[in-house]
């Protein structure tokens, strides 16, 4: 049973409408972060052995994906389907969908491979809203300040600033595909968008369309892809390796059809990784907030073939997951609560921090109540109150309007967000750091891009509520646009794994394991075995085919 205040007896300090008690806090940020905070402490990092990031430091449970063995060989690929085109692009986000519809839209031939279906990612789970610098008290030079600020600037400033300049823009073409954002009030031809200040940020810039702003920008993405004849989708088609050229250029991909069982070798002038990141891995035990399929593919694929990577030892842990029930643990409440005044209480019911300083900071203070007895502990579980009903009280109507999807969460926690607090804990949300892009998004390595979660060096390390959005169709449209210009150029004359050997004789040397394998494609309790679900054990294959739209 962990420490801290029991629930009935925090609940019976409880005071909905009632100004809580200020904790007095002088702790300096640093000394919060390092005390507190995941990223920190004797166990955070380890020093890669291999690779080019050799000696970087990279969170342990992640070093050992990137460490790892191929899951496949030579042998495995025997009489597999050959398929060519254009611009390959691997993940059915919404950065993979901006790639897509630019790269098409300039006459290339796509294939986009997802591991689930599309649109099945973390985009439509990003409820909060997207930032961009549109309001006549902000402007993109504010913005750039602000996300190099909360990232402790270490964010690259030519992508930071590139980001911000194209928000507007991305904004208008949003609405020109028919996306739906909140109104500052009802008109019958509309009125000035809806914006709201989120945490970290020092303007009102974040447009959303109700808590759910992720689930209605996937629509209408997914609707303009299926409705693009340049190209093709591949459902429940995930990459379990990159192909490599003779001069160690990326050449297309290895993807195992999941319905048909079989394996589909895809050549591909540029290869466009946009795989999410590595919450589902549960690094340092956390749950996660994360959807089913995020679990680190790219970062392996792209490492292993020599791409360079960054801030592998930083993560963001969202501030307010469910706490309670347990099934529903990491669940994410958006930080659209808390930018609408919803304030968080400690077991002794005192209010401990400002709410909308920036997420680490947050989730810090939030760890640290749980640490020092102050947290509130409800069974097996420990957490803090997320006042809603104090929220509703002020703002009569807010769950039922603004803050829809929070509402339902509540009726599946089994409570009335407007009568009951939520049990709150930090849930691992995001992945800083991740392979390094140029303004183009081009890696190290010859005709390969990624764009969104994958990469890093925008978000420095902490990201910014509404920064992901517009990081995936900022970086995914210019990514698309860059590769489309390889639709003439030659065609890779062989392309198979030999970097893959390549990488065995490197772990060798360094003495680890070859029987460990990545990427792993679903989280541990999914039980998937890529070797039995191939029949590769049995000697037996599946039925050649590609993957479906």
């Known amino acids: 049973m962990p420490a801290g205040i029991p629930y009935e007896d925090a609940r019976s300090r409880y005071r909905p409408g009632v100004a809580p008690k200020v904790r007095s806090d002088d702790i300096a940020v640093d000394e919060l972060l390092k005390g507190y905070h995941p990223d920190h402490g004797p166990n955070a990092r380890v020093a890669l052995a291999v690779g080019v990031n050799r000696g970087d430091p990279c969170q342990p449970d992640l070093a050992r994906c990137l460490q790892a063995n191929a899951l496949i060989d030579d042998v495995d690929m ?16 919404g950065g ?68 911000v300049m194209d928000g507007p823009d991305v904004v208008r073409w949003l609405i020109r595909l ?6 500052e009030e009802e008109r019958p031809f509309g009125g000035n968008l809806l914006r709201k200040k989120p945490g970290g940020a020092s303007a009102a810039r974040i447009l959303s369309y109700r808590d759910y702003t992720g689930l209605e920008m996937m629509r209408v993405l997914r609707e303009a892809v299926d409705m693009e004849p340049g190209v093709a989708v591949w459902n429940r088609c995930p990459a379990v390796e990159l192909l490599s050229d003779e001069r160690g ?34 690094l340092n035990a956390f749950p996660t907030s994360n959807h089913y399929g995020a679990t680190a593919d790219g970062l392996v694929l792209a490492y292993r073939l020599g791409a360079r990577l960054r801030e592998l030892d930083s993560f963001q842990y969202h501030p307010t997951g469910i706490a309670y029930p347990p099934h529903l643990a990491g669940g994410l409440i958006s930080e659209a609560a808390r930018s609408a005044g919803a304030k968080l209480l400690n077991g002794e019911g005192e209010r401990f921090v400002d709410e909308l300083k920036p997420r680490d900071v947050v989730a810090s203070a939030i760890l640290r109540e749980c640490a020092q007895g102050r947290g509130i502990v409800r069974g097996e579980q420990v957490g803090v109150f997320l006042d809603t009903p104090t929220l509703e009280m002020e703002n009569p109507g807010i769950l039922a309007k603004r803050l829809v999807t929070l509402r339902h969460l509540a009726h599946k926690c089994g409570q009335d967000a407007a009568q009951e607090p939520f049990l709150v804990y930090p849930t691992l949300h995001y992945q800083n750091g991740g392979v390094a892009i140029d303004k183009t998004g081009a890696t190290s390595v010859p005709g390969l891009y990624c764009v969104g979660e994958v990469t890093g060096g925008i978000h420095g390390r902490n990201r910014l509520m509404g920064n992901a959005l517009l990081d ?21 004359a062989r392309a198979g794994i030999g970097h893959v050997h390549a990488w065995q004789r490197e772990l060798t040397l360094a003495g680890l394991p070859l029987h460990v394998k990545a ?31």
């Open 78 to 93: 025997a009489g597999a389907q050959l398929v060519s085109t254009d611009v390959l692009i691997i993940g059915g986000g």
């Open 249 to 282: 250029r990326c050449a297309g991909a290895v993807v195992y059809n999941l319905e048909w069982r079989t394996f589909v070798l895809v050549r591909a002038r540029a290869v466009i990784l946009a795989t999410g990141g590595a919450g589902r891995l549960h």
């Open 178 to 183: 028919g996306m739906m954002f909140d109104q």
């Open 519 to 549: 990427p792993r494609l679903f989280p541990g309790y999914a039980h998937f075995d890529l070797r039995v679900d191939a029949g590769l054990n049995a000697g037996t294959r599946g039925r050649a085919v590609g993957g479906t739209r």
């Open 96 to 163: 993979g969908c901006a790639a897509a519809l630019t790269a098409a839209g300039q006459g290339a031939r796509v294939i986009l491979a997802t591991k689930l279906r599309l649109g099945d990612s973390n985009t439509v789970m990003a409820e909060g809203g997207i930032q961009a610098a549109i309001g006549e008290d902000d402007s993109p030079q504010l913005h750039f300040e602000d996300t190099l600020r909360a990232g402790h600037f270490c964010g690259d400033p030519e992508l930071v600033a590139q980001m």
């Open 472 to 492: 995936i169709l900022s970086m995914g449209r210019r990514a698309g646009a860059d590769a489309a210009q390889a639709k003439g150029s030659l065609m890779a």
